[in-house]
């Protein structure tokens, strides 16, 4: 029921017709027990995960009061592997929201990341640090790691800023929404 249960949220919809299926045939009560365990460990990393953003936020104000808050302090973050407070600082220095920045930092075309840096005027030894020691999950091959640089390098700044601007405007829209 636990596997089952993980799968359902990350497989295709035929899948999931499939695991409904499986479902029915175990007991409801251990599907009950199931769901109320995933729904606990779901809420602790949650808790847990505000709890890290809470922390890097007030790590980024403190830098941004002592005017420390730089491109350097961004390579440091992610050399370090301090993916809260790169995430926090990286939104502050763009100017997006940091849910915003965690998908550019996640994203892994990269290519967001290439737009962002640009618009933000980040050089481009800023850019290739973020992009190959990056947060993303997958390593990119050395061909696609060129390419990629290739886009930092070819963008046009005010198209760069425009994409970002959009970002912010939908961000903007959202918390408006909210």
């Known amino acids: 029921p636990d596997v089952l249960q993980d799968m359902f949220w990350v497989v295709s919809t035929k899948l999931r017709s499939r695991i409904l299926e499986r479902s029915a045939e175990i007991d409801p009560e251990i599907v009950d027990r199931a769901l109320a365990q995933t729904e606990r460990k779901l809420m602790k990393d949650a808790n847990r995960r505000t709890d890290e953003r809470s922390r890097a936020q007030q790590f980024i104000d403190r830098k941004v009061e002592l005017r420390e808050l ?11 592997n301090r993916l809260e ?27 967001g990341l290439a737009i962002a840096c640009k618009a933000t005027r980040l050089d481009r030894q800023t850019f290739s ?26 963008i046009p700044q005010d198209m760069a800023q425009r994409a ?3 970002w912010r405007v939908r961000r903007e829209t959202e918390s408006a929404a909210a």
């Open 70 to 80: 730089s491109e350097t302090l961004l390579v440091n973050l992610v050399r370090a």
């Open 129 to 154: 640090t973020l992009a190959v020691i990056g947060v993303q999950s997958k390593r990119r091959s050395v061909s696609e790691t060129r390419d990629l640089f290739d886009i930092y390098d070819q």
């Open 164 to 166: 970002m601007r959009f």
């Open 85 to 111: 407070e790169l995430i926090c600082g990286f939104a502050r220095l763009a100017k997006i929201d940091e849910d915003t920045a965690e998908r550019i930092l996640k994203d892994p075309s990269g290519e």
